[in-house]
């Protein structure tokens, strides 16, 4: 039953893709705010598609006790499962991302109109400072931004080097930062096929204030959400 209902979910989600690609696309070049908002209703649409055909419920946690923003969210990355969800429920934030996703054909089109930050991985200091510089003019319109240290999904239970981005991104901006753990990939695996039935559970910690050192920060963020996350795998059954 459950690779059945993982062949529906992509068989909807391709064909939600073609619509919407051929559909949507003119908004790109005449209207971009609406681009933007079809982009995010696709999104709320995946969640609701996983909980509806795969039984994959999705519990967002702490969101709402949150004080005003904007804040620097760092998220564990796991499955496509947190990037639908984060877009869907952070409406205003912009997401740091690799330049080669702008690349994908129409996906690229519509991620690049969502005002995205786009990094050369490759571009060593000069990309981060063009990074940190794009999200300072994010922050000053009262947006919060998106990164996922680690720069790809993991596997649950396995930890990657945190990227410096981060610890660029916490200094340049001096504004709280909020790590975000989760269990996502217990259920829909790193370039997994099959969505498994169960409640992820997606967790915003207490915020990290700004004006730490460097390296203290570094060292707390990877011990709140190396340790949120792996907290939320043992509730729902382990890695």
Same mark, same amino acid.
């Given at each position: /039953?459950?690779?059945?209902?993982?062949?529906?979910?992509?068989?909807? %989600?391709?064909?939600? /893709?073609?619509?919407?690609?051929? @559909?949507?696309?003119?908004?790109?070049?005449? +209207?971009?705010?609406?681009?933007?908002?079809?982009?995010?209703?696709?999104?709320?649409?995946?969640?609701?598609?996983?909980?509806?055909?795969?039984?994959?419920?999705?519990?967002?946690?702490?969101?709402? /006790?949150?004080? +005003?923003?904007?804040?620097?969210?760092?998220?564990?990355?796991?499955?496509? /499962?947190? %990037?639908? &969800?984060?877009?869907?429920?952070?409406?205003?934030?912009?997401? @740091?991302?690799?330049?080669?996703?702008?690349? $994908?054909?129409?996906?690229?089109?519509? $991620?690049?109109?969502?005002?995205?930050?786009?990094?050369?991985?490759?571009?060593?200091?000069?990309?981060?400072?063009?990074?940190? %510089?794009?999200?300072?003019? $994010?922050?000053?319109?009262?947006?919060?931004?998106?990164?996922?240290?680690?720069? %790809?999904?993991?596997?649950?239970?396995?930890?990657?080097?945190?990227?410096?981005?981060?610890? &660029?991104?916490?200094?340049?901006?001096?504004?709280?930062? $909020?790590?975000?753990?989760?269990?996502?990939?217990?259920?829909?695996?790193?370039?997994?096929?099959?969505?498994?039935?169960?409640?992820?559970?997606?967790?915003?910690?207490?915020?990290?204030?700004?004006?730490?050192?460097?390296?203290?920060?570094?060292?707390?963020?990877?011990?709140?959400?190396?340790?949120?996350?792996?907290?939320?795998?043992?509730?729902?059954?382990?890695?």
């Amino acid at each position: /039953m459950t690779w059945l209902r993982s062949l529906v979910f992509l068989a909807v %989600t391709v064909i939600a /893709m073609l619509v919407v690609g051929i @559909v949507a696309s003119p908004l790109l070049a005449f +209207d971009r705010p609406r681009a933007v908002r079809v982009t995010r209703w696709f999104s709320r649409f995946e969640v609701a598609v996983l909980r509806v055909i795969a039984d994959l419920d999705l519990e967002m946690r702490g969101l709402d /006790m949150l004080p +005003d923003g904007p804040f620097l969210f760092a998220a564990k990355h796991q499955s496509a /499962m947190e %990037t639908y &969800a984060l877009t869907a429920c952070l409406p205003q934030a912009c997401f @740091v991302l690799k330049q080669e996703i702008l690349q $994908v054909p129409v996906v690229g089109w519509f $991620v690049a109109a969502m005002d995205v930050i786009a990094v050369d991985r490759s571009g060593g200091t000069s990309a981060l400072k063009s990074m940190v %510089t794009q999200a300072r003019a $994010v922050v000053a319109q009262g947006r919060s931004v998106v990164i996922f240290p680690e720069g %790809t999904r993991v596997a649950p239970g396995e930890l990657q080097r945190y990227h410096p981005g981060v610890a &660029a991104l916490y200094t340049g901006l001096d504004i709280p930062v $909020v790590p975000v753990a989760l269990n996502t990939g217990l259920f829909w695996r790193r370039r997994g096929f099959l969505k498994h039935p169960g409640r992820a559970v997606i967790a915003f910690l207490d915020p990290i204030p700004p004006g730490l050192e460097r390296k203290a920060f570094m060292a707390e963020l990877e011990t709140r959400i190396e340790g949120g996350t792996r907290t939320l795998l043992d509730e729902a059954g382990g890695a």
